[in-house]
């Protein structure tokens, strides 16, 4: 399978502990995002890494987020001191850079914050 | 403030009725990709549409972008229960992010 994977696919977690999730995108694929959702509502954006640079992060993002591509492969999404406001779907996506630019999800991991 | 703006938010229909759905922007946008997704699951892209004024047809959907590329519509012919989901619209600036939708819920009744 080449799409892209993101683990775990379930995490809950006590207020105030630290998560981290991961996300393989395609293989080839140059960029990558990541996305929040709450239920029944669009995704709202995190930051994107082209390669291994991160090129943008959300200004509703604090500083509790901090995300990594350190080879420009897979990337990592922590959340330090979770609070129960975290509890969301994460949701991670690849794009190569060209002309049209399409990206494509990964299932998402869901965290429960309790 | 939310960049694209879907209607209806919540849809329920009966089955084989038609029905569409509009995601409106006061922004232009490169491309706009239309995906559809279930609960618990990540987003699945159904459809690209990059010229303004472009149509495209996936069976009993049919994708439009307006010809300025700053709104589209999805309009799905005789729905089925297998349509139920969350449609969501994204546009995407050259260099930039995607912008998603606000998300339109669809339930389709047998």
């Known amino acids: 399978d080449t799409g892209v994977s993101q683990n775990p696919r379930h995490k809950i977690t006590k207020r105030g502990q630290n998560v981290t999730f991961r996300c393989d995108p395609i293989s080839e694929h140059n960029r990558l995002y990541w996305y929040r959702q709450t239920l029944g509502q669009g995704p709202e954006f995190l930051t994107y890494f082209q390669n291994e640079a991160q090129l943008e992060k959300s200004r509703l993002l604090s500083d509790r987020f901090s995300a990594e591509r350190p080879k420009g492969s897979f990337s990592t999404l922590e959340i330090q001191r979770t609070e129960q406001g975290d509890s969301a779907m994460y949701l991670c996506a690849s794009s190569l850079v060209g002309e049209v630019t399409e990206a494509f999800f990964g299932q998402g991991t869901r965290l429960t914050v309790v | 403030t939310q960049l694209l703006e879907q209607s209806p938010q919540f849809l329920s229909i009966q089955e084989g009725e038609n029905l569409t759905v509009y995601c409106n922007s006061s922004s232009v946008f490169s491309s706009l990709q239309w995906y559809r997704q279930e609960p618990g699951e990540g987003p699945v892209l159904l459809v690209t549409v990059v010229t303004g004024g472009e149509v495209k047809k996936l069976k009993r959907l049919t994708f439009q972008f307006g010809d300025a590329r700053k709104d589209s519509s999805l309009h799905i012919t005789a729905a089925q229960p297998g349509d139920t989901g969350l449609y969501l619209c994204?546009?995407?600036?050259?260099?930039?992010?995607?912008?998603f939708g606000t998300g339109t819920s669809l339930t389709v009744i047998p």
């Open positions: 994204a546009g995407a600036r050259t260099g930039n992010q995607f912008y």
